[in-house]
């Protein structure tokens, strides 16, 4: 199995802030790699796919980099919206595996 | 629109069976893989099965091999989530979802992220 390791588990931060979220898979997954956004009670979001490539709907403020086993999310600009549990996935293979996830708190 | 409706969450005790349904619309549902992801309390995201657009390819986790089989109705437009010899940590939200990409008949290959998701069944397995 593939694992994921994201880091931090939590970040705060506060409305403005750029926020980077780091990736890293136990092996290289080619870039096969998804980013959920999650709030609490509610099912995980598409943000972004193909390691950099945005969802429709999705705002800009949300990207997506890396390649092999290191990727990162970075939302540019926090916005009240974005406090949530971010979740990278890699899928380039089975089972498909999640990281622990990301809380971002407000500062 | 896209709408995925799943049901059939329950307590129960270690050891019985339960099976969800996920009710799909709005998209082509045979022309798509599905899988089912489960989420413990306050834990992170587990991966559960998945089962090709035609129903004939199927692949699971470790954790649910054996216990656990993933089956769909294209009629119906239906994905199914049989669970048997459930234990205290199959403890979960269970969330039905679907893949971005449009598959073959057999396809059930992995290169694809969820696009749709469920709201989420809760099972409770406890004593």
């Known amino acids: 199995d593939i694992q994921m390791t994201q880091s931090p588990s939590t970040l705060s931060a506060s409305v403005g802030d750029r926020v980077t979220i780091t990736c890293r898979a136990g092996?290289?997954?080619?870039?096969?790699l998804a980013w959920y956004q999650q709030k609490p009670g509610k099912a995980p979001n598409l943000l972004i796919y193909?390691?950099?490539s945005l969802e429709s709907g999705v705002p800009s403020r949300f990207s997506g980099s890396g390649s092999g086993t290191e990727f990162t999310l970075t939302i540019s600009s926090l916005q009240p919206d974005d406090f949530a549990t971010y979740y990278c996935?890699?899928?380039?293979?089975?089972?498909?595996?999640f990281g622990q996830g990301t809380k971002v708190e407000i500062k | 629109e896209v709408q995925l409706l799943d049901s059939g969450g329950g307590l129960l005790q270690p050891g019985g069976s339960l099976r969800l349904s996920c009710a799909a619309s709005?998209?082509?549902?045979?022309?798509?893989?599905m899988s089912w992801v489960r989420q413990a309390p306050g834990k992170g995201l587990e991966w559960v099965a998945v089962?090709?657009?035609?129903?004939?390819?199927?692949s699971y986790a470790d954790s649910v091999k054996g216990r656990f089989t993933i089956s769909r109705d294209n009629s119906k437009n239906t994905l199914y989530l049989q669970m048997n010899s459930l234990r205290a940590e199959d403890t979960a939200i269970y969330y039905c979802?679907?893949?971005?990409?449009?598959?073959?008949?057999?396809?059930?290959?992995?290169?694809?992220?969820?696009?749709?998701w469920g709201r989420g069944t809760l099972v409770t397995v406890s004593s």
């Open positions: 092996q290289s997954i080619s870039g096969w």
């Open positions: 979802a679907k893949d971005s990409i449009v598959r073959g008949y057999y396809d059930s290959s992995p290169q694809a992220p969820f696009d749709y």
């Open positions: 089962i090709s657009g035609g129903g004939i390819t199927t």
């Open positions: 996935q890699q899928y380039d293979s089975y089972p498909r595996t």
């Open positions: 709005g998209f082509t549902f045979s022309s798509y893989a």
């Open positions: 193909k390691a950099s």
